[in-house]
Structure formats: structure tokens, C-alpha cells
């Protein structure tokens, strides 16, 4: 019996981002609506950080493993590049991201999630998925 991306624990991942997409989605758009001005590079990292956490939920919601894993690559970078720049450079971010401090402002979830995501591909992939 083969186990896709989307089967299994996968369905859980699945479901996390989708909340992380929403979330994400959400912040963004209202800090984009209404205070742009004020930070617009952190507000942009956070409408940037929402799409890449809605390609993952589709792409593993859809068993797409190797969209997923260019996504998490992506998503992974993202949290490691902002979250230092973040904690280097506080006056650069004065205002935070999803991503800023490594995620702090989300219990850290957005850096451990994309590490999760990487596992559970890599694991799937002696299933022909990735």
C-alpha cells in the first residue's frame, strides 16, 4: 500500500498550513490596507511568506511532492534569512512578519513547520513522490 504526501500524517500538514495560509492571508492583508506606509518591507515579507504558505497547502493537498518541497526550501530560507535579519537588524523590521525572529510571534511554528514539511517529503519519497 503507497502513502502520498497527502495521506496520513500528511493530512495534518496539510491542515496546518491551510491555518498558516489563512493566518498569514489575513495578517497581510490588513497590515497591507492599513499601515503599509509605516513598514512596507516586513508587511510585503508577510503577504510573501502567505503565498508561500498557500502554494504548500495546495501542493500537498493536490500530492504535488515536488512543488511542496521547492515551497518548504523556500519557506525554510525565508524564516532563517528574515528571522536573522530580524534579530541582527531589529530597526530594519519595526514592525514584525511571520517570520521575523524566527517566528517567535507564532510559538516558533514557522520554523520547525517547514523542517516537518521537509521530513515528511523526504520520507514519502522512496514512494515515488518526490
Excluded: K
Excluded at 53 to 61: D, G, P, Q, R, S
Excluded at 63 to 74: D, F
Excluded at 91 to 101: D, E, I, K, N, R
Aim: charged residues 10%; glycine residues 10%.
Amino acid at each position: 500500500m503507497r502513502t502520498g504526501v497527502n495521506s496520513g500524517p500528511g493530512r495534518l500538514l496539510v491542515a496546518v498550513y491551510g491555518v498558516f495560509a489563512l493566518a498569514a492571508s489575513a495578517r497581510a492583508g490588513v497590515q497591507i490596507a492599513t499601515r503599509f506606509s509605516e513598514a512596507p518591507l516586513a508587511y510585503a515579507l508577510s503577504a510573501f511568506a502567505a503565498v508561500v504558505y498557500i502554494v504548500l497547502t495546495v501542493a500537498l493537498a493536490r500530492g504535488n511532492a515536488r512543488l511542496a518541497l521547492v515551497a518548504c526550501l523556500i519557506e525554510l530560507a525565508g524564516v532563517l534569512v528574515v528571522g536573522t535579519l530580524s534579530v541582527v537588524d531589529a530597526q530594519a523590521f519595526p514592525h514584525a512578519t511571520v517570520w521575523s525572529g524566527y517566528g517567535s510571534g507564532y510559538l516558533f511554528i514557522p520554523l520547525v513547520l517547514p523542517i516537518v514539511g521537509l521530513v515528511w517529503l523526504f520520507r514519502t519519497r522512496g514512494r515515488g513522490q518526490v
